[in-house]
């Protein structure tokens, strides 16, 4: 059974640095494409990085130069170092994996970057 787990949300003072980590079982993240998704209240899941089975990553316009996902292997679990926060920020960020015809999610966690 594939289980995601995000932590590492938390508040922050605009200007600060998070890193949000999530801890996959199930399945091994050196082998899958992982990704990281933000929703504020109100609307779409927004697609913020991803990286895929070979490293490559991709990044929103919104976040790029800012944020940097990475995954360490041995321990399963996939990053997104957040730096140079903003309000707009703000958001429950969410990991995702794709895996035979199937989207796994995990609960979230919450980010509140403070002006």
């Known amino acids: 059974q594939v289980q995601l787990v995000e932590s590492g949300g938390g508040l922050v003072q605009a200007g600060g640095s998070l890193r949000l980590s999530c801890a996959a079982s199930?399945?091994?993240?050196?082998?899958?494409?992982m990704e990281w998704y933000r929703q504020v209240p109100g609307k779409e899941r927004e697609l913020v990085a991803r990286?895929?089975?070979?490293?490559?990553?991709t990044y929103s316009d919104s976040v790029k130069g800012r944020f940097t996902i990475s995954r360490d292997i041995p321990k399963n679990t996939v990053y997104l170092q957040m730096n140079s926060l903003k309000p707009e920020d703000t958001a429950v960020y969410y990991c995702?994996?794709?895996?035979?015809?199937?989207?796994?999610w995990g609960k979230g966690t919450l980010v509140t970057v403070s002006s």
């Open positions: 995702k994996v794709g895996l035979r015809g199937m989207d796994y």
């Open positions: 199930g399945m091994f993240v050196r082998f899958n494409g």
């Open positions: 990286i895929t089975s070979i490293d490559l990553t």
